[in-house]
């Protein structure tokens, strides 16, 4: 995952599932499947509707199902490949992915196929900031955006030379790459609402009612008060910002240069600001948002300098956001929404999502698909399952609590800017210690740069700052832990007994 929050979560490129059937059962001579997704959409609610001005899918790609109904049975793009043919796309795109522009360029002379492979946009996307950083000008495409800045004086000639159609050419993963660049969110994907929805509520009955026993709610009417609310548009931000560069997955961008960029972005992964030292750089910032009375506590606070990073601001277009993973260090969060609206399906921390793997020393999650393809692939899986997962979306001017522990996937359905704080309280103190202390603290721990040190450090604040609390916590969960195993053999044994009676 690009962004520093999500240090947890190394997101890997999808394995190439085949794309659903009904996408494939065409005519033959449909060239363009968009056309024919917008027809199926009308009839059959498995479709999918495309965005508008969907341009047809790169140089005229097909899902392989296409191939069967092609009068000719020839893939072009093996032809066009020689003896690489036998290597997946992934790893062709891989090892593409190795050369520099110029032999890009020139490998996209070669053949069809290797036109189409040498023209893949993240290839370029990768290429553009690797050497132009958070320096470049969107322009729609990221190879065109490459070119006007190495060679400004060169034009392409327009659309035809970066919509080159392709006749039979099949490809799954790079269609795939296309439609969920392209594709609507479906409504019964933002359908379930199923969180505790509370507004006004005293801090003591957001403690026992949620934070104790660690449920997700979404606060409602809490930031009324915050300035940014009235003030945070686009421009309000850009004039008050001035060059000042955010972090943008794993370049720096100043704000008018990622507007710019994501006015004009089309991709499955849009790049998003997700910065945790907006607050120093630009001070304005932090005095026109408040920490929501309900988390006021913030233990880390002790470490001074040295606590890990905890809060960010976060923009980015529909479309973007982050999918599934469990926040750092074992702290709890709230996001405020500022403006735009952001989908939230979260699982509790003992129900993995579907499509996710974490290693099982938890360092490392493989979330092998992008959001949208989650949504299309797996969102359907938790239908049948006992424990469904909580989902909402949450609005400008409302907030999510996020508990400890719990997976979370959002994704923005419009631009949106938000502010989220990750925080230790009482409540999640001795968790948070915990998982500090871990063997493999080293690559657990998230946010700073001494990882190791971080729990004998934080421990030893919390003893100066707050004497006898840890102590005091740990008395408390013992008392729990053994009322909860008198509670489980009270029923064991009551179960027992009926079963005796039964005879
Ligand atoms: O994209 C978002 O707003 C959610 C951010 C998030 O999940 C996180 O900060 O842990």
Redesign the pocket.
Known sequence: MP?C??LLLTSKRRKSKSIKQKLIHREPESLFPERVLKEEEEEDEGGFKLKIETPSCEHGVQPLGNLYFSPSSVNVRNTGLGNLQILTDELLLDILGLLDATDLGILATVTKSFYIFANHEPLWRNLVLDKLKGEFLFNGLWKSTYVAAYHPKFHFSGADESNLKIRDFYSDYLFQSWLCANVEMKPKWLQRDNIIRVRGISVEEFITKFEEPNKPVLLEGCLNDWPAIEKWSRDYLTKVVGGVEFAVGPVDMKLETYFRYSDRVREERPL?L?DPKFAEKVPILDLEYDVPVYFREDLFGVLGKERPDYR?I?I?PSG???SF?I?PNSTS?W?A?ITGS?KWVLFPPDVIPPGVHPSPDGAEVACPVSIIEWFMNFYDDTKSWKKKPIECICKAGEVMF?PNGWW?????LEE?I?I?Q?YVSRRNLLNVLEFLKKPNAKELVSGTTDRVNLHEKFKKAIEGAYPGTIKELEKKAEEAKRAEEQRVSFWDSAKADAFKFSF
Do not use: C, E, M, Q
Request: aromatic letters at 12%; zero cysteines; a positive charge.
């Open positions: 962004r929050k999500n998003y997700f960010w976060i980015g973007s956001g982050s993973h926040d969060a996001n929404v952001k996020v979370h996937l959002v994704i923005n949106s938000a989220t990750n």
